[in-house]
């Protein structure tokens, strides 16, 4: 089946450092999204891509999806201590289901 | 709050005991998703939706579970005889056509099956 290697798997940082994760897969996706979950809740959508290629950017964070469509990254500047949390990434093949990562779990150190 | 809504937020049954999630799109949303998420994973998808319809499913989704959308609006899953091992996180979504399917997801149901 469809499978979302997603590095790293957990990640200690000072506040203000720069952070960056991403996801490959085997198979081609059409849509990349990413999530951020906190404990307890459901994920929270931080950012959608479209087409290969696309960069897009929310406020400090920074996606990419992948030229090959396989691969998608996530950078997340200046981090400050609400970025705690486990980020997900999810690949749309069709209409339908998300096939997600396991998460990057960040702890940010003031 | 227009964001997709579920209930109960916690459900805490003996073994074998049938239990019912219900939950609530977003309101101009067709597509409703189901998945199910267990610490230290992210969510699998189960089941989904594309108004009453119900269109795929998983193979994680057993004879035990079942799913309905009976007016194209809310949706409910439910599990009967409930075992040890259903205990997570259980986890709705839905999405817009026109919006590219991305999935805003609810705050999802937490099970504990002792």
């Known amino acids: 089946g469809q499978q979302l290697n997603q590095s790293p798997q957990s990640m200690f940082i000072q506040e203000g450092e720069d952070v960056s994760m991403n996801c490959t897969s085997s198979s081609i996706f059409n849509t990349w999204l990413w999530y951020k979950q906190d404990p307890g809740e459901g994920p929270v959508l931080l950012i959608a891509l479209y087409k290969a290629g696309e960069l897009t950017s929310n406020g400090r964070l920074t996606a990419q999806f992948g030229i090959t469509r396989k691969d998608s990254f996530l950078n997340i500047s200046a981090s400050i201590p609400s970025d705690v949390g486990i980020y997900f990434c999810?690949?749309?093949?069709?209409?339908?289901?998300?096939?997600f990562g396991d998460g990057t779990t960040l702890t940010v150190k003031p | 709050d227009t964001g997709v809504s579920q209930d109960p937020r916690h459900k805490i049954t003996k073994r074998g005991q049938n239990v019912t999630f219900r939950c609530d799109p977003i309101s101009e949303h067709n597509r409703l998703y189901w998945y199910r998420q267990t610490l230290g994973q992210g969510p699998e998808f189960l089941t989904y939706f594309q108004n009453e319809a119900q269109l795929e499913k998983s193979r994680l989704l057993s004879d035990r579970f079942s799913a309905e959308r009976p007016k194209g609006s809310f949706s409910t899953l439910e599990i009967q005889r409930t075992e040890q091992g259903d205990s997570a996180m259980y986890l709705c979504?839905?999405?817009?056509?026109?919006?590219?399917?991305?999935?805003?997801f609810g705050p999802g149901t937490r099970l504990l099956v002792l």
């Open positions: 979504a839905s999405s817009f056509p026109g919006d590219g399917e991305t999935q805003y």
């Open positions: 999810a690949g749309i093949r069709n209409a339908g289901k998300s096939t």
